[in-house]
């Protein structure tokens, strides 16, 4: 199945990445959770072949700009809405899990004239309450980064498919294994 890497420019400058899988319309968008990125779709999008996918990386995540200056959820709504404009002529089947379904929703109420269907997994209306959201902050800013290797994370993240996800998406630098995404901008993205 062909990909081909893309990029939209945001409003406020920011770079927004998304994946192309060629396929027969109407097309799948799919927006992966914090903390995440769009390789954790890839099996996804090729189970779904011959569907053509769109798998976005949000702003601050993956290959997107990973210090963006607004992470507001219109911001987020903006991004999505940009690639959908440039890559669909019809309304595409919109996919979002935990972060990505709260901005799928968004998308959907803000411009439902692109969205012919909605999938939500694991998201909620609110984005979940102030203490789980200081929480998560807090877990996000105590990882030790860089790490050594997978086998250092996977003691520290542990084995659980999330886990696994974080793990399998680490970026290999020069001084050890880096997360797609800085700690500061998730505890932004929270509004913690």
Not at 37 to 42: D, G, L, R, T
Not at 128 to 139: C, Q, T
Not at 153 to 171: C, F, P, V
Not at 174 to 192: E, I, K, Q, Y
């Given at each position: ?34 903390a ?11 189970a ?103 086998a ?21 630098r ?19």
């Open positions: 199945m062909a990909a081909e890497h893309r990029e939209v420019t945001a409003f406020d400058g920011a770079t927004i990445a998304y994946t192309v899988f060629a396929g027969a319309e109407p097309a799948i968008v799919i927006l992966h959770g914090l995440g990125s769009s390789n954790e779709f890839v099996p996804t999008a090729t779904l072949a011959p569907r053509r996918m769109i798998l976005v990386d949000q702003r601050g995540h993956g290959a997107s700009t990973r210090t963006p200056a607004d992470v507001s959820r219109l911001a987020f709504v903006d991004d999505v809405v940009r690639v959908i404009e440039a890559e669909e002529h019809e309304p595409v089947d919109l996919v979002g899990q935990s972060m990505g379904a709260h901005t799928a929703m968004l998308v959907a109420a803000h411009r439902p004239d692109l969205v012919r269907r909605l999938v939500m997994l694991e998201g909620d209306a609110g984005g979940g309450s102030a203490d789980d959201r200081a929480a998560i902050g807090s877990f996000f800013r105590s990882w030790p980064v860089p790490f050594a290797d997978r250092d994370a996977r003691e520290l993240l542990g084995d659980g498919a999330l886990a696994r996800a974080w793990i399998a998406d680490l970026e290999q020069s001084d050890g294994l880096h997360p797609r995404f800085h700690a500061d901008v998730m505890v932004r993205t929270l509004g913690v």
